[in-house]
């Protein structure tokens, strides 16, 4: 099993954001002056697009203000100086029956996917959306820390995670998504008996897609194995190489009836439900240019140079310091950000590996449109993008670029063709936004799924 360090220093100073989702910002239940114990919730929900945030240590609020985080904006956050003696919260395990229940636990406990939705909403998208199948993604992470004692202990738990996730959502159907290269993961739910069936690993492969497998198994909880999929917006397309359901244009899983989950928020309610533990710790993969690369189980709120330092401190004059990988990442401008719910890597890079070069004009290679894994021609939508064409990116559906870095890091002239991609995206959400409400003309407007 992959092994994890655990950090063991409190820093001297710990930052807490009081958003760590996409989403509204929560309101501080602390003012300054204030003890928080362990486990304490310091943000309560200001809307249903919200997740409560907890204290991950004992400590005094010295302040609550902006201050940076590893996404690039500033986000109200509460500022804590630990305290010598840590005291915690008495942690309850939560018994729910009921889907609600639930549903309010997640919400209570701040659990978020690591692509920042807030994990009650992923299950309970809201009117109009019924969620029929569950999946956990376990094709992008690492093993997790966790109390367990086996590979299998550890797989049980998700097992059970799922079901419960299931619940409530009310979804008749679950899968958890393996990577076929990852012998670990494989070897731990093959052949797992869970509720009396024996699970056995199955290749998606053709047209055999989970639907195939729960008839095949005769069971409504599948393990099953792909290959892995870069990118952090690759919901659709996960969803449609495992359901074999479409995701319509400019709408989300949800539409389709189907739910992602990550392995660590299936975790984290599992802690929540059999151990009342809040979303407070998290496991970060430090790697590149630091004397003791390692992945490691921080608490959420420290600082990235707090995390650096417990894996050795810089090796040599750093260069470049990213949060969640190198290519996709991004770039952090201090090491004092702190490590949130959504930070899953540090990756640090020396000077010479920085890219200073200025980019070239592109030369009609279509290396990029040979990578893109979403058939988008990156070449032409990054010089769309350049020009502020925005509503011809709009047209060649920029927003289903799925932002896995593949064009950006095979063009030879080295565009940023990735960054003008975001550019893009930001520039056409915003334009939207600025759009003041119009009176309706009753037309039937909208894409197929019956979102508007
Ligand atoms: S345009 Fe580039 S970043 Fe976007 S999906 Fe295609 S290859 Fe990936
Ligand atoms: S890879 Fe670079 S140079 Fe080649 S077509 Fe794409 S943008 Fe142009």
Redesign the pocket.
């Known amino acids: 099993m992959a092994e994890i360090s655990i950090m063991k220093n409190i820093p001297e100073k710990v930052i807490i954001p009081l958003k760590q989702h996409n989403g509204t910002v929560c309101e501080p239940l602390v003012s300054k002056g204030d003890i928080v114990k362990v486990g304490q919730k310091i943000g309560e929900c200001t809307s249903d697009i919200c997740a409560a945030v907890h204290s991950s240590i004992c400590g005094e609020v010295i302040s609550i203000e902006d201050f940076p985080t590893p996404s690039g904006t500033k986000v109200m956050s509460v500022i804590l100086k630990p305290t010598e003696v840590a005291e915690c919260v008495d942690f309850t395990p939560r018994d729910a029956t009921k889907e609600e229940e639930l549903i309010s636990i997640i919400k209570d406990a701040g659990i978020v996917e690591n692509y920042g939705t807030p994990t009650h909403l992923v299950l309970r998208p809201g009117d109009g959306f019924n969620i029929d199948i569950v999946l956990i993604n376990a094709t992008a992470s690492e093993w997790i820390w966790g109390d367990y004692k086996s590979p299998r202990d550890y797989a049980l738990q998700i097992l059970e995670s799922l079901k419960l996730l299931m619940k409530a959502s009310n979804a008749s159907n679950g899968a958890i998504v393996l990577r076929n290269d990852n012998s670990e993961f494989i070897s731990a739910f093959d052949g797992l008996v869970f509720d009396g069936k024996r699970l056995n690993v199955a290749p998606l492969v053709g047209k055999r897609r989970a639907s195939y497998y729960f008839k095949d198994q005769q069971s409504d909880i599948v393990i099953l194995s792909q290959d892995r999929i ?2 952090q ?1 690759i919901l659709n397309l996960f969803t449609y190489n495992v359901t074999g359901r479409h995701v319509p244009f400019n709408c989300n899983p949800a539409s389709v009836g189907v739910a992602i989950c990550s392995v660590q928020s299936a975790k984290a309610f599992y802690d929540v439900v059999h151990n009342g533990k809040p979303y407070i710790e998290t496991v970060v993969s430090v790697s590149g240019k630091v004397n003791n690369p390692q992945k490691i189980l921080v608490k959420i709120g420290t600082p990235f140079k707090d995390v650096i330092e417990a894996c050795g401190g810089y090796k040599g004059e750093p260069g470049k310091l990213i949060a969640n990988g190198a290519i ?1 990442g991004v770039a952090q401008y201090v090491d004092e950000v702190p490590v949130t719910k959504t930070t899953f890597s540090i990756t640090v890079q020396d000077k010479s590996e920085v890219l200073r070069d200025e980019p070239l004009p592109c030369v009609h290679c279509a290396r ?1 449109v040979d ?8 070449a032409r ?1 990054a010089t769309l993008a350049d020009q502020g064409r925005f509503d011809e990116c709009n047209q060649m559906y ?1 927003n ?9 890091a ?1 063009c030879p002239s080295k565009i940023p ?2 960054q003008l ?1 975001r550019y893009a995206k930001v520039a056409i959400k915003k334009a939207y936004e600025d759009v003041p409400p119009k009176e309706s003309s009753n037309l039937k407007l909208g894409c197929s799924c019956g979102s508007v």
């Open positions: 870069y990118g917006n996709t990029c990578v893109c894994p979403v058939n988008l021609i990156p939508l920029v289903n670029c799925i932002e896995c870095g593949r064009c950006a095979s063709i990735l991609i």
